[in-house]
């Protein structure tokens, strides 16, 4: 394979590594300018984010494998112009109903980006070269968690909202001219059919759920949750007896696999609205610009870039799964420290917690990873990827659903305003300190996971 193929694979993936965690943090930041625009209330606000994670989650398996069978390069390209188009055209936005269709494509673009990366690398790069080559693409994620903020607060105060789609479009042109340089294609499960009927399910099942815990406490709201869980029950009994799935459910049979599988979604369901709730209190009740709410959320992602490389190392010389669990012990810490959140908490007193969950999230992460594919034989490592992957989006959106369900409950349908501060922060306690519990959880199925011989 030719060193230019190699070079201009490693621009592509390290550039899409980076688009998904910079639009979901970036975006955060400017959820109060944008609800001040447009006029838009806090569980609208709230959906913003949300209906991309739903849109990654619900496409992100399909997509996958649609790549499988018709190439990978194919559908990696079609997902870069998808979400290019899309983010110039949210970026001229004329209402927030707008916006949130747009983010639905950007979304589904960013699923048929994501689930493609370290496939891609894997096909380009031998074996003796592809541990670096994923180290390389990794480099993107915490570039894009680290300058999300930092960067979105910039555009945002400095040249509107808006500028953060513009952005975007410029990443999107640069990684289609790189992609379209990449010679070959990749299709491993070439003329496998495609299970319609799985995909179909799995989404319907997913929007209910998601949809369900932004209505409650309304009844219809619970029907909907009930109706989602029941939508994945019957998924999962369907995926079981098809021949060709479009999730290789079996995988689940393996209890070390499961469990991890069960902590990741925990992780990413309490990781991610952190970055949601703490812009709309800095911004809100602290009155900060989004600069500088940018810059002080940026602590988190530094301190795990920081020590990510630590806990490498920490989970080759000990269990990784002990590892693992001393970072949910960590994240657990973290969220108990914000769900003390008040109008006088010191800007020193949330920058520790995010010191600690960024160590948390550190020594989490990579651990348990290296735990789910050391689980499973080496015919399954691309399920397994793909099956992580698909739990880190759900618990994103999971994360996102429950805090929405917190904003519905105390605040309602209104914008945040000083009248309801009380309520908000209220909202944000509960879901810090559910985060924190859950992740208490997550210690425990982390353990559970059998030794490694």
């Excluded at 600069?291 to 959320?297: E, R, V």
Aim: proline residues 4%; positive net charge.
């Amino acid at each position: 394979m030719s060193s230019p193929n190699k070079n201009d694979a490693l621009i592509v993936t390290v550039i899409a590594s980076f688009l998904t965690p910079f639009m979901g943090s970036s975006i955060n930041i400017a959820l109060p300018t944008i609800g001040l625009e447009f006029g838009a209330n806090a569980i609208l606000l709230g959906w913003i984010p949300t209906v991309y994670l739903l849109s990654l989650a619900v496409f992100l398996v399909p997509f996958g494998r649609i790549a499988d069978i018709y190439g990978r390069k194919r559908i990696f390209t079609y997902g870069i112009i998808i979400f290019t188009i899309s983010s110039l055209i949210a970026g001229f936005s004329i209402s927030t109903e707008m916006l949130l269709l747009l983010r639905v494509f950007q979304g589904m673009g960013a699923a048929m980006i994501f689930g493609n990366v370290a496939a891609i690398i894997a096909s380009l790069f031998p074996a003796g070269e592809r541990g670096r080559a994923l180290g390389i693409s990794v480099t993107g994620v915490f570039l894009g968690l680290f300058l999300g903020p930092v960067l979105g607060g910039f555009l945002t105060q400095n040249l509107g909202w808006r500028s953060i789609f513009f952005f975007n479009v410029i990443l999107g042109l640069i990684t289609t001219m790189a992609v379209l340089r990449l010679k070959g294609e990749w299709t491993e499960a070439h003329g496998e059919k495609f299970d319609f009927l799985g995909a179909i399910l799995l989404g319907i099942s997913l929007v209910a759920l998601m949809y369900g815990l932004s209505e409650l406490p309304a009844a219809y709201g619970l029907l909907l949750i009930l109706g989602g869980l029941l939508g994945l029950l019957v998924f999962f009994l369907v995926e079981s007896r098809m021949e060709s799935p479009v999730l290789e459910v079996k995988l689940f049979k393996n209890r070390t696999f499961t469990l991890h599988n069960l902590a990741a979604l925990i992780n990413y369901c309490a990781g991610v609205p952190i970055v949601f709730i703490l812009s709309l209190y800095l911004q809100y009740i602290k009155a900060l610009d989004p600069q500088t709410t940018g810059i002080l959320m940026a602590v988190q992602p530094v301190t795990m870039a920081i020590f990510s490389p630590l806990a490498g190392k920490l989970s080759d010389r000990m269990e990784p799964r002990l590892v693992a669990s001393g970072g949910m012990a960590l994240t657990a810490l973290g969220l108990a420290f914000l769900a003390f959140l008040s109008q006088q908490t010191s800007l020193a007193w949330i920058m520790s917690g995010l010191v600690i969950l960024g160590l948390g999230f550190a020594l989490f992460s990579s651990p348990n990873t290296n735990v789910i594919i050391s689980s499973v034989t080496k015919r399954y490592y691309g399920v397994a990827s793909a099956t992580l992957s698909t739990m880190r989006v759900l618990g994103q959106m999971s994360g996102m659903g429950l805090a929405l369900f917190a904003l519905a409950i105390f605040v309602g349908s209104v914008s945040i305003l000083p009248e309801n501060y009380d309520h908000f922060l209220l909202s944000a306690r509960i879901s810090f300190a559910l985060f924190s519990l859950m992740s208490m959880v997550g210690i425990i199925a982390s353990l559970s996971g059998k030794k490694e011989d």
